[in-house]
């Protein structure tokens, strides 16, 4: 047990710094050994701060080598110096500092700070990394000019970056070189980085609207070089768009990204110099799934955006991270739609969101969209500040139209540049651009949890009305026990036995603005309220929360047939997906329930609606490719667990398996008929129709394996032969593998053996045959991830392969992790409790399953919370892994 109990710090008592620093200047020797940094900060006290105030600059893991003001190096009894912070009680109103530490990149596991991946040096400052490097008021409302001169062995580290221009460089003795980047614009700490090693680059440029020529450049390891295409493409892409849609041009010489092997995150938006996990962006058809391609091209136009939205104008405090996130995440997403399929990347984005943050946001780690305190930031990277955040600007801009929401973001860029602001500074900018009142609205941030709609519809045939009566509530969470009416958009139409109906509200003049379109938004802002439809001519169907226009629970009681109509009849693609959605949901809804009463579903029958619902997808070839493949997607075990209160792992797992055999039986010709229909000879290309008529292809694939016959067999092994791209391959190899016949074992094992043998070259690649091994849902689970962690493929150091083998494992094979004998739970608390040395963050986040341990049964919460306790006596137990477990236990 920690013999401390790390503070929390909290919103409430944010207070502006006693120091600004207007200039830094940096010097980094790097050598293997020990990387020596000297830091020259001009101080300058802030105007509020009191006379004498002390200097308290951040500051850990390093050693400290000399500190001196305006020159004069201190004595020791001149400051203070604790394993976090280094204070000089008395100063001057303004002074240089200098300060040399001394740093051990190579001994830096943590990923955070200056470390060492591979052969390269790189850093990772946000959220607070820089304290790793030297001793600085480390906190993104102090923003300063950076200047940075890197001295290094010329042959090892050839390449030499850092943010801003290149403004000077020359040769040192001993083989050495130096060069010195300057960043015009001011910054925060967190946006800092440096990068050194021996690498290639990918060079375009990009003419910007005003007509200045823009270098792009994106730097690889050799070998990755042909794997940058996409990348540079998605970039130039993302450039052309935020022009357009914000307005937004780029405002340096050169942009550069860095590819990196072992990275916390997908990537990191530092000023002129992303650096990136090699997962987002490397990308070939040979070694990279469509999935793979889509998240390059999401996450180049996200880091890219956070220029604007995170650069120009920043965060005052950790407490307005959604600031940034949320707003560049809802910034990617709708650049996405516009690359690819907007329903389809809509349809994601919300599975993401209902699977993942509403369990978040269920479970203890619950926390608003601005927190209003944390033990450790990192552990606040979360679903709920990125893709809710991203919802509630989303709602934002649905609320104002277009147009206004534009004026607000160009009135909120204007008025904050080169700030570090809040999200109340946000919303106030939208509020002056459209003169609506958003007070209510903001509760989205304030207030955790996921709002429950209860929706009733009468239609009264007589008088021609439909009456809409909903109800909102939300349950409490850790945050507060009572929670205040939330502002609610409600996007819904009425849908008739031959398509949507046009819309007359009572007591608004047209309806509503779409009115004609046959949708309208209804505000709700009580608990309570009712909507009458006139001029109802037949009994309609009502398609809810159109577009998923808020992020809410819906209860809206449709029979299986009012389902099936909107299934084929709305206007609204998310509406017709989540009716698909909603009818697996009942069906498999009724095999739970039996498999509960009976321990087995042997020749339980199949609710035939839904068998003729996906016939009929199947069979019509006008249907739009990427919304049939939708469609036929069933509820995930992860959707159905978290719709479930109490989790039945068993009865889940074989009732959602009973019904993919069932469908695959029914509709044996059908399934045939698609895989044929859709495998083509084109050469691969990664735009939305491909990828619809791949996802197609292999989901059908997937249900033919499941008959395990021999020409089924010979179907996956075929493909996994003979496709010339990754998203094939590894669909028939994720079919060999899940395989039970003896037949598909035999060639399994072969195919496992001849893909790393391929690919063994490609860590990328290796995660993925790591990843489809984990996710094997036969039985012996366990003891084939505990052998793959012995594998030379995998590497606890690198976070890619924790995530590939021991994620994939604990999130998305259930059957297996949440075995009876608590024996995966002990598994999981044993691979955390290593992290914990070598990676407090991964480890944090490695935590999560475990932390969900109120959604099972009392055997299980017992087996978990004995897991979570045997990891809070850890000695030496991080902040990060410590906050997770003990709120989680409390
Ligand atoms: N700011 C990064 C992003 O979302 C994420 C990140 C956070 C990366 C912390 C590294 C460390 O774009
Ligand atoms: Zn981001």
């Given at each position: 047990m920690k013999d401390f109990q790390p503070r929390a710090i909290l919103l409430r008592d944010y207070r502006a710094p006693?120091?600004?620093?207007d200039k830094t200047d940096l010097h980094f020797s790097l050598a293997e050994e020990a990387t020596d940094v000297t830091a020259e900060l001009m101080l300058r006290r802030n105007a509020e701060a009191a006379a004498g105030a002390p200097l308290v600059l951040h500051g850990q893991d390093m050693e400290l080598i000399e500190v001196a003001v305006d020159g004069r190096p201190l004595a020791p009894r001149e400051y203070q110096l604790t394993d976090e912070l280094l204070t000089l009680p008395q100063v001057p109103a303004q002074f240089k500092l200098t300060c040399k530490t001394r740093l051990k990149p190579a001994q830096n596991t943590s990923l955070e700070g200056l470390y060492k991946s591979h052969s390269m040096y790189c850093t990772q400052c946000e959220a607070e990394g820089f304290r790793k490097i030297t001793y600085y008021l480390d906190r993104p409302d102090v923003m300063s000019e950076f200047t940075t001169t890197i001295d290094a062995d010329r042959s090892r580290y050839p390449v030499l970056l850092s943010n801003g221009n290149l403004v000077d460089r020359g040769e040192g003795d001993g083989g050495r070189h130096w060069v010195r980047w300057h960043d015009p614009f001011k910054k925060p700490a967190y946006l800092f980085a440096l990068v050194a090693g021996d690498l290639c680059a990918l060079d375009d440029t990009f003419t910007t609207r005003s007509g200045r020529e823009v270098t792009l450049r994106i730097f690889v390891e050799a070998k990755d070089l042909d794997k940058c295409d996409h990348a540079m493409a998605s970039l130039k892409n993302a450039m052309a768009w935020d022009e357009k849609v914000y307005g937004r041009e780029y405002d340096l010489d050169i942009f550069m990204i860095v590819a990196v092997?072992?990275?916390?995150?997908?990537?990191m938006e530092n000023k002129g110099l992303n650096i990136f996990n090699t997962s987002c962006v490397l990308a070939k058809p040979e070694t990279t799934t469509d999935a793979g391609f889509q998240r390059v091209e999401a996450v180049v136009a996200h880091e890219y955006f956070h220029?604007?939205?995170?650069?120009r104008v920043t965060c005052r405090d950790w407490f307005q991270l959604s600031l940034k996130e949320g707003f560049t995440v809802f910034r990617d997403a709708e650049f996405s739609a516009d690359m690819g399929s907007p329903t389809v990347k809509r349809v994601e984005d919300v599975s993401l969101l209902r699977t993942l943050q509403f369990a978040e946001d269920a479970g203890p780690m619950s926390h608003p969209v601005q927190p209003a305190s944390f033990i450790e930031i990192s552990n606040f990277y979360t679903l709920t500040i990125y893709e809710k955040g991203a919802e509630v600007v989303r709602m934002l801009r649905n609320l104002l139209g277009a147009a206004q929401f534009r004026r607000g973001s160009d009135l909120y860029f204007e008025r904050h540049d080169g700030q570090a602001v809040t999200i109340d500074d946000f919303v106030k900018a939208m509020e002056d651009a459209s003169g609506r009142d958003l007070g209510q609205f903001k509760r989205w941030y304030s207030q955790a949890g996921t709002p429950v709609l209860e929706v009733d519809g009468v239609y009264d045939a007589g008088r021609e009305e439909f009456t809409l009566t909903v109800s909102q509530s939300c349950p409490p969470t850790p945050d507060s026990e009572t929670k205040l009416a939330f502002h609610i958009p409600l996007a819904v139409g009425l849908v008739g036995e031959a398509g949507p109906l046009a819309l007359r509200l009572r007591g608004s003049d047209s309806g509503t603005g779409e009115a004609d379109q046959g949708s309208c938004v209804l505000e709700l802002t009580k608990p309570q309220q009712t909507f009458v439809f006139e001029g109802v001519a037949e009994k309609p169907v009502p398609s809810l929360l159109r577009g998923f226009s808020a992020p809410v629970k819906l209860h809206y009681d449709y029979s299986r047939d009012d389902l099936m109509r909107l299934m084929s009849r709305d206007s609204d693609g998310f509406c017709r997906w989540d009716a698909s959605q909603q009818l697996g949901v009942a069906v498999i809804g009724d095999l739970i329930d039996r498999y509960g009463k009976t321990?087995?579903?042997?020749r339980e029958p199949a609710d035939p609606r839904l068998l003729s619902a996906h016939r009929e997808l199947l069979d019509d070839d006008s249907l739009d490719r990427a919304m049939v493949a939708l469609m036929l997607r069933l509820p995930t075990e992860a959707y159905l667990s978290e719709l479930a209160d109490t989790v039945d792992v068993e009865a889940i797992h074989a009732a959602r398996q009973h019904l993919r055999k069932a469908l695959a039986l029914a509709l044996a010709e059908q399934w045939e008929r698609v895989y044929h229909g859709n495998c083509s000879d084109e050469a691969y290309r990664a735009d939305a129709g491909a990828i619809a008529r791949r996802s197609l292809k292999n989901t059908a694939l997937g249900y033919l394996a499941l008959r395990e016959d021999d020409n089924s067999l010979e179907l996956c092994r075929t493909q996994f032969e003979q496709a010339d791209n990754m998203t094939d391959v590894l669909a028939a190899l994720a079919c060999l593998v899940n395989g039970t016949s003896a037949a598909a074992t035999a060639a399994s094992t072969a195919a496992l053996a001849a893909f790393y043998q391929r690919w063994q070259h490609e860590p990328l690649v290796v995660n993925q045959w790591l990843s489809v091994q984990a996710g094997c849902v036969a039985p012996g689970g366990l003891a084939r991830v505990k052998a793959l962690l012995q594998h030379p493929g995998f590497d606890i150091k690198n976070p890619n392969k924790v995530r590939a083998l021991i994620g994939t494992f604990c999130n998305q094979n259930a059957i297996n992790f949440h075995l009876k004998s608590g024996a995966g739970y002990r598994f999981l608390a044993d691979q955390i409790i290593v992290l914990n040395r070598l990676n407090p963050q991964i480890a944090a986040r490695m935590t999560t399953p475990l932390t969900k341990w109120q959604k099972y049964d009392p055997q299980r919460q017992i087996l978990m919370k004995s897991e979570l306790e045997r990891i809070l006596i850890e000695p030496d137990l991080s902040k990060d892994v410590y906050e997770v477990v003990s709120k989680s236990l409390r």
């Open positions: 006693d120091y600004w620093i092997d072992d990275f916390n995150m997908g990537a220029n604007w939205s995170g650069n321990g087995e579903l042997h």
